[in-house]
Structure formats: C-alpha cells, structure tokens
C-alpha cells in the first residue's frame, strides 16, 4: 500500500508524460525510487538563456503536496536569484512554506524557475555580484550567461541517461551542505560526484592555472637529478644552456641599464687616440693631389693668390707631427 504522497507523485508523473511544458523534462531517477527526480529546464527562446540545458535535482518527502520539495541545480547558473554554493533557486514559495499552496504542480514549480531565469528579481538576490553586474555593467553579465549556456550544453553532452547522472550525482539537503566560508570545510559535507570528463568539457578553456611558490622547474635543475630533460633541452649540455643564459642577461642588463665596463686598458686607448688623430687629419689638413704631367703651373707672381694666416700654417705644421702619445683623450 503506497503513501498518499507516493500516490501524488505519481499524478505529478503521469501529467508530466501527458502534457509535458515547453523546454522541461523530468522523471524519477530510479523506477523503485519516486521520491528523487531528475529535471532538465532549457533556457526560453529570444533570451540570453536560449540554448542553455540546465539540470535540476528535485526531492520529495513523506509531506508532499503539503510542503514544497527540495529543489537544487546541478548545473548551476550565474544568476541573482541562484545560490553558487548550494544551487537553490530563490523562489517565495520554496523559500517560505507559508506562502505554498498544494495546488502547486511540478510542472508549475519548473516553469517558474524557467521563467526566473530570464527575469530576475533583483530586489532579493542571493548573488550580490551577479545582481551589481546586471545594473553596473550588462555587457559583462551578458557573457557571463553564454558561457554558462555553453558550458551547460557541454555538460549535457556528456551525460547520457538518468541512470547515469544517478550514479554520478548524490543530491544533498541544504541542511547538509558545505559552510559558505571559502577558506574551510564543514566536517563530514556530502560533495556531489562528477566524472572527470564532464568536468574537463565544462571547464576547459575558462579555468586558468596559476604556479605556486614551491614548484620546480626540471629543465633548472642539475644534470643529476633530471638528466633526460636537461639532455632534451635544445640538445645541449649543461654548460651551454648555463652560458646562454649568462649572455641573455647580459643582454638585458646592457639594454636596460646600460653597459658599464672597467678602465680601458693601454691598447685601447692607444687606438682610441690614433682615431682622434686621423679625424683631425681629415679635417685641418687639405688632401694631397698629385700634378699631372700635362699639368702646367701657373704663372708665378712672387705674391700667393690666397695668403693664409701665421696662425693657420702654424696649426697645421703642429697637426702634421702629433700622434698618438701627444693626443689626449
């Protein structure tokens, strides 16, 4: 003999079957079982949300229809009205039990949260930041949506039947859930269970990895710890990778600070002057052109055509002898 509760899920069941909503699909999750339902809601069409399958966990008890069920997403969307720990959706007659009524149908319950996922409330929002999002920048909320719509299209997927999710997924009580506290773990919390592919599908692409303090790069270390890769490594030895990287930061060092070196030694500044010298050749004295054969002097007058300054024939008879011990740098 079935309890009146068993009875009306049962009514819940059959008028599902006979007239199912647009975008909901639910039934029990085992054929011994009534009392644990699995749903899909699909995102309303001319939304944001259109395209997205989200999967809902609903539990009755014995005090069915006289109390709402337990309700909870498994694919948990980035919305106001949606807790991101816990999955609950914020709904007035889920929340207070005065305010349900036992004509509430399932399928009420699951077009109801269809429906808010498209209009929120965000006079009670249980994520603050998706609620500050919407009002203070849309164009950010609006991404945040299709990624959660894609990502619940590659979670769905994966899944392949109810008996699978089934044994994937434990659905927990909000009594039993973990402490909102990020930093620790409630003691003996159930965690649902989610294979490892369904996991990578959801969160490839959108995770991002960060490198802690205590690892290890094995191409650094000695030759003897990791001799494969060091040996790997561009095929070259320890030494040279060690000498590339001494120039590399040279390099660096030379280009952002510039290139100090010591005192230049006797050799260089040597050259150093002779350079000096052979610059001020180029300039002071007046290069030498030898007369041609056909060439005819021009008529002497015993006066110069261009008489040039003591001054002048002095500097450059002094030019003339330095070299490169006399030069000063």
């Given at each position: 003999?079935?309890?009146?509760?068993?009875?009306?899920?049962?009514?819940?069941?059959?008028?599902?079957?006979?007239?199912?909503?647009?975008?909901?699909?639910?039934?029990?999750?085992?054929?011994?079982?009534?009392?644990?339902?699995?749903?899909?809601?699909?995102?309303?069409?001319?939304?944001?949300?259109?395209?997205?399958?989200?999967?809902?966990?609903?539990?009755?008890?014995?005090?069915?229809?006289?109390?709402?069920?337990?309700?909870?997403?498994?694919?948990?969307?980035?919305?106001?009205?949606?807790?991101?720990?816990?999955?609950?959706?914020?709904?007035?007659?889920?929340?207070?039990?005065?305010?349900?009524?036992?004509?509430?149908?399932?399928?009420?319950?699951?077009?109801t949260i269809q429906n808010l996922l498209s209009n929120p409330?965000?006079?009670?929002?249980?994520?603050?930041?998706?609620?500050?999002?919407?009002?203070?920048?849309?164009?950010?909320?609006?991404?945040?949506?299709?990624?959660?719509?894609?990502?619940?299209?590659?979670?769905?997927?994966?899944?392949?039947?109810?008996?699978?999710?089934?044994?994937?997924?434990?659905?927990?009580?909000?009594?039993?859930?973990?402490?909102?506290?990020?930093?620790?773990?409630?003691?003996?919390?159930?965690?649902?269970?989610?294979?490892?592919?369904?996991?990578?599908?959801?969160?490839?692409?959108?995770?991002?990895?960060?490198?802690?303090?205590?690892?290890?790069?094995?191409?650094?270390?000695?030759?003897?710890?990791?001799?494969?890769?060091?040996?790997?490594?561009?095929?070259?030895?320890?030494?040279?990778?060690?000498?590339?990287?001494?120039?590399?930061?040279?390099?660096?060092?030379?280009?952002?600070?510039?290139?100090?070196?010591?005192?230049?030694?006797?050799?260089?500044?040597?050259?150093?002057?002779?350079?000096?010298?052979?610059?001020?050749?180029?300039?002071?004295?007046?290069?030498?052109?030898?007369?041609?054969?056909?060439?005819?002097?021009?008529?002497?007058?015993?006066?110069?055509?261009?008489?040039?300054?003591?001054?002048?024939?002095?500097?450059?008879?002094?030019?003339?002898?330095?070299?490169?011990?006399?030069?000063?740098?």
């Amino acid at each position: 003999m079935f309890s009146r509760a068993h009875l009306l899920i049962e009514r819940e069941y059959e008028k599902l079957c006979e007239a199912p909503p647009w975008g909901i699909e639910a039934r029990p999750l085992k054929d011994d079982n009534i009392f644990e339902w699995a749903a899909k809601i699909k995102g309303l069409k001319s939304t944001l949300w259109q395209g997205g399958i989200f999967r809902v966990y609903v539990k009755f008890d014995e005090n069915f229809s006289q109390k709402p069920p337990e309700i909870c997403f498994h694919t948990i969307p980035f919305h106001p009205n949606v807790d991101m720990i816990t999955g609950r959706p914020c709904i007035d007659f889920l929340d207070d039990h005065s305010k349900w009524k036992e004509s509430y149908s399932l399928s009420f319950i699951l077009v109801t949260i269809q429906n808010l996922l498209s209009n929120p409330n965000l006079m009670k929002p249980v994520n603050s930041e998706a609620a500050e999002m919407i009002i203070h920048s849309p164009h950010a909320y609006k991404q945040m949506v299709l990624d959660c719509v894609s990502s619940s299209q590659r979670v769905d997927a994966g899944v392949t039947s109810h008996h699978d999710m089934e044994s994937r997924v434990r659905f927990t009580t909000p009594e039993k859930l973990p402490s909102r506290q990020p930093t620790q773990r409630t003691a003996g919390a159930r965690i649902s269970r989610l294979s490892f592919d369904d996991y990578h599908n959801t969160w490839c692409g959108i995770a991002t990895s960060k490198s802690t303090p205590d690892m290890k790069n094995p191409l650094l270390e000695s030759i003897k710890d990791q001799p494969l890769l060091q040996k790997a490594h561009l095929g070259l030895p320890q030494e040279e990778i060690e000498e590339q990287m001494k120039r590399q930061i040279e390099e660096h060092d030379d280009l952002m600070y510039g290139k100090f070196t010591d005192k230049p030694v006797a050799e260089d500044e040597k050259a150093a002057k002779m350079a000096k010298l052979n610059r001020m050749r180029k300039i002071y004295l007046p290069p030498r052109i030898s007369p041609t054969p056909s060439a005819v002097p021009p008529p002497s007058t015993g006066k110069r055509d261009e008489p040039l300054d003591e001054e002048v024939e002095d500097l450059l008879a002094w030019s003339s002898k330095l070299d490169a011990d006399t030069v000063d740098t």
